[in-house]
C-alpha cells in the first residue's frame, strides 16, 4: 500500500501562486496516475487535475484549465501541483490520490490534505 503525504499549502493573495508536493511511500508512484482533489468547507470534494503514470497525459478540471500545471518526478516518486493565478475559490483543503484509472476522477490512496487559503 502506497501512503501519501501532501505539502506546500498556505495563504496567498488572489493572483499568487502555490506549489503543492505530493510525497509517496511504501510503494512507487510509478504504478498509478495520480489526481489532485480539493474540498471547500462546506463542499463536497471535487476532481481538480490528474497526471497519467509517465506524465504523458493530463486531465484538468475547466475551473483550472490554464492556471494549474501538473507534473511528477518518478525517480523521487513525488507529484507536484503549480498553482497561478489563484482566485478566493480555488480555497479549499487539497488532497492528492492515487488513481486506478487515470481518467476515472476517482482516488484510491489518499493522503491527508493541505490546506489553500486564497485572500481577495
Known amino acids: 500500500q502506497v501512503q501519501l503525504v501532501e505539502s506546500g499549502g498556505g495563504l496567498v493573495q488572489a493572483g499568487g501562486s502555490l506549489r503543492l508536493s505530493c510525497a509517496a511511500s511504501?510503494?512507487?508512484?510509478?504504478?498509478?496516475?495520480v489526481g489532485w482533489f480539493r474540498q471547500a468547507t462546506g463542499k463536497e470534494r471535487e476532481f481538480v487535475v490528474a497526471?497519467?503514470?509517465?506524465?504523458?497525459?493530463?486531465d484538468f478540471a475547466d475551473s483550472v484549465k490554464g492556471r494549474f500545471t501538473i507534473y511528477r518526478d518518478n525517480a523521487k516518486n513525488m507529484v507536484y501541483l503549480q498553482m497561478n493565478s489563484l482566485k478566493p475559490e480555488d480555497t479549499a483543503v487539497y488532497y492528492c490520490?492515487?488513481?486506478?484509472?487515470?481518467?476515472?476522477?476517482?482516488?484510491?490512496?489518499w493522503g491527508q490534505g493541505t490546506q489553500v487559503t486564497v485572500s481577495s
Open positions: 511504501g510503494r512507487t508512484l510509478r504504478s498509478y496516475a
Open positions: 497526471i497519467s503514470w509517465n506524465g504523458g497525459s493530463t
Open positions: 490520490a492515487t488513481m486506478t484509472y487515470f481518467l476515472s476522477r476517482q482516488g484510491d490512496y
